[in-house]
């Protein structure tokens, strides 16, 4: 036994001697340089010199420092105290350097840094506050003169496409803040294609929450990806702005004015624009949210309006322009806005005014999959678009003491939109034998008023986080449409036999008017310093009308008198819902939950007006559970999980008993007995950067399913379809959508590199029933999934160069088809460069590729690369006046094209679009800011 015990003495000490071997450790002393006192207290952090993650970190005590228990490898040492300029070395701890001794470091005060020194400090490029994302625009290098756009483009988890797009952690940004306030309110691209870079002091990135969740500070679920750009104090006084003129070849040209004039608190912005480019006048949105006349839809954040309907039967023109047709555009706008009384109040006016052009033709293929059989049909179409619209918005703000705020919001819009369409349609039969011919020639005036207004007053309590809110909003719309109609249709059987020759002349008048009034009381209560309730109530009212009318004209007198009463109708739809809320919120030091939900008990009453049938009053019982967890592990890392349920009640498009016969071949009729769908939302979202390797990690998933979904059910007769809407009992419809996006610096070589994998699609079903078959239940599934590999390079002055690629591969499959496979593969690819020359010359090129492959219902395959080069020169020492001489799709390879799959058709388009031409450019960028002139870029 003594002598085990003396072995396993001498075990354990030789076993403690190999671990000693292997323990690593730092030390040293922190000292100001000048009065070499110490600095006791100061912070010493070890971070991995790979990821920047931190290892140990400890205090100074007595000016000295020590960290053991470190492993072996590259190392960064981070001395930080307040008011003194960081100290940043690297250092190695490896078998041969078990310790290392950094000795007395000196710390050197921020206030006495001596001119002739330059420290360079690491800048701390990206900061997650919250669910806020903030860039230091002066970690970022763009070029002198740069725009915001220039900007955005160098920021990670940012795109922004050639039209101005901009993309943000995988979602679209529809608004762009400047110092919080809107600017011109809908069209981002006037703020990111116009404000200069070098004005810019953070970009903050975030989803702007409602103005109750604002104010409350507990999460809604009502968000829209923003971006809120932060201008430097010396850049908002002063003025600024840009004249453009471009000329091209084929009758292509663009001219552009803009004048911004900041003094202070006060934004005076007005712009006008003209061309046909497709690049400029295009952007602003009339749209808005309480504007329609169709169901009633309760928001995830508690708030209700009415989507979808108030459409006209014949074709009309929504105003924008989806680069199909060549478009001219004229447009021009004024913006202002300024605070007052100790910035107690506030106002911000926008006024718009436009018009839009834009003529074109499209071919569409296309494939219908019945049960057992399928036909294929050929659209050509030639449109001509027209749509004058002006805008005026108002917000006003006001603090009527240290408790109490007040928001009125009110806005205006007025619309001609103008639609002249001819279409020639052929269908075959699975074995080619012709099927259906229709020639139609559709002409339409719709005038279009919509007026918004808004009122949201808050109050605090003395109790910190007791609050009560009311916000009461009004929505009026109103569509006239006068048009006309003109349609033969022939069809044809199985053996090239002329069965049916129709003719449609109908001159079709509508008038839809929609009248919504929302209300909603909020009341917080805080339960315990981290729990809080939000109890909610509101009463929302909806009078929605829809006149319909067709008149033939029997006589061929152009008299058109006599009432078609089989495509008539005047259907009203009123809805009053009352809701109740309660949710809960827990908000800790790095987590944060709430869970809840709301009731609404909706009364549903539908009016024909026309037929006199009775009246029906339903009404419906609904719930709206939510829930959201959201933690920070860090200012640079969180994570976010939501829930949301939601009812949607059908439209009055959707239930109004009337037929729509604007295309013979394919025609709609409402159902009054639709009920309501109800979807369930799951979002996720990931976010992570690291500082000093700026490596940013961005994550995103949406998940939703709907029950009892408002489907179609299409009845195909010798080639002619009728639409019904149903409701879908058996089964649910899907959506997702996940992204996921990794980028990094490079050090050695000084490049960034980016992975981004995105993923999308739905699961859709309705019913089909071809002639005397069976009414088959359809199952259509598209995903398209893609990889993107991207790389840039920056050198200031001297170059800078971008590209991307990656795969697509999209699946399209119906059930009715199960053996035709029109899954495709395909490749996305785009690049470009920027080379700064002597003498001020510049050259920069752009070229985007894409390839989608053959299949079966397709046989030819899709190729397509636009190549763009401009050359320019910049004149005057601050380099504001340019010319530009510019080869859009020098290859004359931009075909418009898309390939799609719904419901059960599968169908490609081809349509006009711009293609190659050239352009001379003349560009002034005057600018007097922060009481003086741009400074002159360095050479």
Wanted: hydrophobic share 30%; no cysteine; charged share 20%.
């Amino acid at each position: 036994m003594k002598i085990t015990i003396t072995a396993l003495i001498i075990l354990l000490f030789g076993t403690a001697s190999v671990f000693a071997q292997n323990t690593y450790s730092i030390k040293g002393g922190v000292a100001d340089t000048a009065s070499n006192s110490k600095l006791t207290n100061a912070t010493v952090a070890v971070l991995n010199a790979k990821d920047s993650i931190l290892q140990k970190f400890t205090r100074v005590n007595d000016g000295q420092f020590a960290i053991t228990n470190l492993k072996k490898g590259k190392f960064i040492l981070l001395v930080s105290y307040s008011g003194y300029a960081d100290f940043v070395e690297r250092f190695t701890l490896d078998s041969a350097h078990t310790t290392h001794d950094f000795g007395r470091i000196g710390m050197i005060l921020k206030t006495q840094l001596l001119k002739e020194v330059i420290i360079k400090a690491q800048v701390a490029a990206v900061k997650i506050k919250g669910d806020t994302t903030e860039f230091n625009a002066k970690a970022f290098t763009v070029q002198p003169n740069a725009k915001v756009e220039d900007l955005l483009k160098e920021l990670p988890g940012i795109q922004v496409d050639k039209d101005g797009k901009i993309t943000a952690q995988g979602q679209t940004v529809s608004k762009v803040l400047v110092d919080g306030e809107e600017f011109f309110g809908d069209d981002p691209t006037l703020v990111t294609k116009n404000l200069r870079a070098d004005m810019v002091d953070k970009v903050q990135l975030y989803d702007k929450k409602s103005d109750q969740a604002a104010f409350t500070g507990i999460d809604d679920g009502v968000k829209n990806k923003t971006i809120n750009i932060k201008l430097k104090e010396d850049k908002k006084n002063g003025y600024f702005g840009k004249i453009d003129a471009d000329g091209g070849t084929d009758k292509y040209y663009q001219e552009q004015i803009l004048f911004n004039r900041f003094k202070g608190k006060q934004k005076f912005s007005v712009y006008g624009t003209l061309g046909n480019t497709g690049k400029v006048g295009l952007g602003w949105d009339d749209n808005s949210k309480y504007g329609g006349s169709g169901g009633l839809e309760f928001g995830d954040g508690g708030e209700i309006y009415f989507n979808g309907g108030g459409g006209d039967d014949l074709d009309s023109f929504s105003g924008r322009f989806d680069g199909e047709g060549i478009p001219l555009a004229r447009s021009a706008g004024a913006h202002y806005d300024t605070k007052w009384n100790g910035d107690k109040e506030s106002i911000n006016g926008n006024y718009k005014i436009g018009s839009l052009n834009v003529d074109g033709t499209k071919n569409t293929i296309a494939q219908n999959n019945f049960d057992g059989t399928f036909n294929t049909n050929s659209s050509d179409q030639t449109f001509h678009n027209h749509m004058f619209r002006q805008k005026l918005d108002l917000t006003y703000q006001v603090k009527i003491d240290t408790s109490q705020n007040l928001k009125l919001m009110v806005d205006g819009t007025s619309k001609d939109a103008i639609t002249n369409t001819k279409y020639d349609y052929v269908s075959n039969y699975a074995n080619g034998g012709l099927q259906n011919t229709s020639k139609r020639n559709v002409d339409n005036d719709v005038k279009s008023k919509i007026f918004n207004a808004s009122a949201f007053y808050t109050k605090k309590f003395k109790k910190v986080g007791r609050t009560f809110s009311l916000n009461v909003s009004e929505s009026l719309n109103q569509s006239e449409s006068k048009g006309q109609l003109y349609a033969r249709t022939k069809s044809y059987d199985t053996t090239a036999t002329l069965t049916q020759d129709t003719i449609i002349d109908q001159r079709k008048v509508s008038n839809i008017k929609s009248n919504v009034l929302n209300t909603n009381l909020t009341y917080t209560e805080p339960l315990t310093k981290k729990l809080s309730a939000v109890v909610n109530y509101g009463i929302n009212l909806s009078n929605n009308s829809s006149d319909r009318r067709s008149y033939n004209d029997p006589g061929g007198t152009g008299s058109y008198t006599t009432l078609d009463t089989t495509v008539s109708n005047f259907y009203k739809l009123n809805q009053v819902a009352n809701q109740f809320g309660l949710n809960l919120n827990y908000k800790g030091k790095k987590a944060t939950f709430n869970f809840g939900s709301r009731v609404s008990v909706v009364n549903f009453k539908q009016i024909d007006e026309i037929r006199n049938t009775p009246d029906r009053t339903r009404n419906f019982v609904n719930w709206f559970p939510q829930a959201t967890f959201q933690y920070r592990f860090s200012q640079q890392e969180s994570v976010r999980l939501s829930y949301n349920g939601n009812t949607t009640q059908p439209t009055i498009d959707q239930i109004q008993p009337v037929l729509v016969n604007n295309d013979p071949v394919n025609r709609t009729i409402g159902n009054p007995n639709l009920r309501p769908s109800y979807t369930n939302r799951l979002n996720f979202s990931y976010n992570s950067y690291k500082v000093l390797s700026g490596q940013s990690i961005w994550l995103y998933g949406s998940y939703s399913n709907t029950y009892n979904p408002i489907v179609s059910n299409v009845t195909t007769v010798n080639g002619r379809n009728t639409y019904v809407y149903t409701n879908l009992n058996s089964n649910q419809t899907v959506n997702m959508y996940a992204s996921a996006y990794f980028d990094r610096k490079i050090p050695k070589v000084d490049v960034n590199a980016g992975l981004g994998i995105n993923g999308s699609g739905n699961t859709y079903y309705n019913f089909v029933k071809y002639n005397d078959g069976p009414n088959a239940l359809n199952k259509t599934q598209s995903y398209t999934y893609s990889l993107d590999f991207r790389l840039s390079k920056y050198k200031q002055k001297k170059y800078d160069m971008w590209g991307s690629v990656g795969p697509t591969y999209t699946v399209n499959s119906s059930s009715l088809q199960t053996n035709i496979n029109n899954n495709g593969r395909g490749l996305q690819a785009n690049g470009g460069f920027n080379i700064y020359l002597p003498l001020h010359f510049s050259i920069n090129s752009d070229a985007t590729y894409q390839y989608n492959a053959a299949t079966q219902s397709f046989p030819q395959d899709f190729r397509k690369t636009i190549l763009n080069v401009t050359i320019g020169k910049t004149f005057t020492k601050d380099e504001s006046f340019k010319i530009y001489f510019a080869g859009n799709d020098l290859l004359n390879q931009n075909t418009g094209y898309s390939r799609t799959g719904n419901a059960n058709q599968i169908s490609q388009e081809r349509y006009t679009t711009i293609r190659r031409f050239f352009m001379l450019s003349l560009v002034w960028d005057f600018n007097h800011v922060g009481g003086g002139a741009a400074p002159a870029a360095k050479k």
